[in-house]
Structures are given as C-alpha cells and as structure tokens.
T-cell receptor, first 113, second 118 residues
Framework: KAGVTQTPRYLIKTRGQQVTLSCSPI?????VSWYQQTPGQGLQFLFE???????NKGNFPGRFSGRQFSNSRSEMNVSTLELGDSALYLC????????????FGQGTRLTVV | AQTVTQSQPEMSVQEAETVTLSCTYD???????LFWYKQPPSRQMILVIR??????QNATENRFSVNFQKAAKSFSLKISDSQLGDAAMYFC???????????????FGKGTKLSVKP
C-alpha cells in the first residue's frame, strides 16, 4: 500500500513568486492536513481538508491557501513568497477525521531566495 | 488554547540502555489523544505510540512505552534497549477528541533530538 506522496521533494523559488505543493494521501484516506516546519517555530498547523472542504485553518496569512480534489489529493498554494516561507511542508492523511492516526509524507523542502 | 512542551532539546543514550523523553501539555479538555512521533533525517514523521486520555493504562509498543499522568498533564516516552536506528527527533503531539474544527489538527512540542552512542 503506497504511503503519502508529496511532490516535489525540493523547490527553490524567488521572493514574490507563488508556489503550489501537492499531496496524494493513502488510498482510502479522506482527510488531508498540512503543516509547516521551521527551526524557529517548529511544527505549525496550516489547514485540514476533508471531503473537498476546508475544515480547520491555522493562524497563517491569506497568502497560504489550499484545496482538495474529489480523489482526496490536495494542493497548497503560497502566493507572494517571502523569505520566511522557507520551510519543510508536511502533509498528513487520515482515513476519517475522528479517532485515527495521521500518516505523514516526506515533505517538500521549500527554499525562498 | 492547548500547548505542548518538551523541555529537553537534546538527549543522549548509550546503545542498549534506556532513555526517557519528557513531555507536558496544557488543556482544559477531558477527552484527547497524545502521540509521540519520530522524525529521522529522512524527514518523514513516523508514529511511535499513541495514548487515549480516557484510558488509564499506559500504552506500549515493543521497546517503546509511555508514562501517562493525566492529572499532572505529563506524557513521557521510555525507550528501552536503545538502538542506533532510534536516533532521531522525537515530537510529542496533542489532538483534541472533542467535536468541532479543532479535532483536525495536531499540536506539537518543539521536539527532542535523541542521539544514540554505540
């Protein structure tokens, strides 16, 4: 059974550009959550999608957005990139929202220059 | 708001020895889940062990066990017979079990970097 797949693994972007990251959850999983990991702030929750609807959102500016498709795949978008957006972006999937563990992908390392 | 605190930024253990990683949390909720995740250099977060707050019995998974003290809001991880492959960052995490939007996200501590000496 394939795990959570995140693409691309590495990304270098210039300040002011936008970026889209992709996450394919484990087959049968309908919940996808995104987290940002930085040395200074640690792991912070961005948002969660379930059945193509955003269910919960962390404390991030509107430049961070996401969506989920009917096959449960999810994308997150960051517009007008800032140097501080450099981070490891992790995606996690769950079969249902309640009472289940989250399985993580290997992340996308975004560097903004 | 819930918070998770890991007071040990780094820990070291000799191979085959036992080490305990500390975690405390703050919440006003009575129903929740606690987790320990391992993040090796490959960056993928791997679930080590989970504990349901309503269960008094401490969870165990092979060489990994927890000491869950609900009243003290403490959730420590004990690794027995440490192996070189246990070297990684370990994160303690909290998830609400109460209905509503907050049930979707994990709240993480800052992590403890565990080194295993041969």
């Amino acid at each position: 059974k394939a795990g959570v797949t995140q693409t691309p693994r590495y990304l270098i972007k210039t300040r002011g550009q936008q970026v889209t990251l992709s996450c394919s959850p484990i087959s049968g999983h309908r919940s996808v959550s995104w987290y940002q990991q930085t040395p200074g702030q640690g792991l912070q929750f961005l948002f969660e999608y379930f059945s193509e609807t955003q269910r919960n959102k962390g404390n991030f500016p509107g430049r961070f957005s996401g969506r989920q498709f009917s096959n449960s795949r999810s994308e997150m978008n960051v517009s007008t990139l800032e140097l501080g957006d450099s981070a490891l972006y992790l995606c996690a999937s769950r079969r249902q929202r309640m009472n289940t563990e989250a399985f993580f992908g290997q992340g996308t390392r975004l560097t903004v220059v | 708001a819930q918070t998770v605190t890991q007071s040990q930024p780094e820990m070291s253990v000799q191979e085959a020895e036992t080490v305990t990683l500390s975690c405390t949390y703050d919440t006003s909720e009575s129903d929740y889940y606690l987790f320990w995740y391992k993040q090796p250099p490959s960056r993928q977060m791997i679930l080590v062990i989970r504990q349901e707050a309503y269960k008094q019995q401490n969870a165990t998974e092979n060489r990994f066990s927890v000491n869950f003290q609900k009243a003290a809001k403490s959730f420590s991880l004990k690794i027995s017979d440490s192996q070189l492959g246990d070297a990684a960052m370990y994160f303690c995490a909290y998830r609400s079990a109460v209905g509503g939007g907050s049930q979707g996200n994990l709240i993480f501590g800052k992590g403890t970097k565990l080194s295993v000496k041969p």
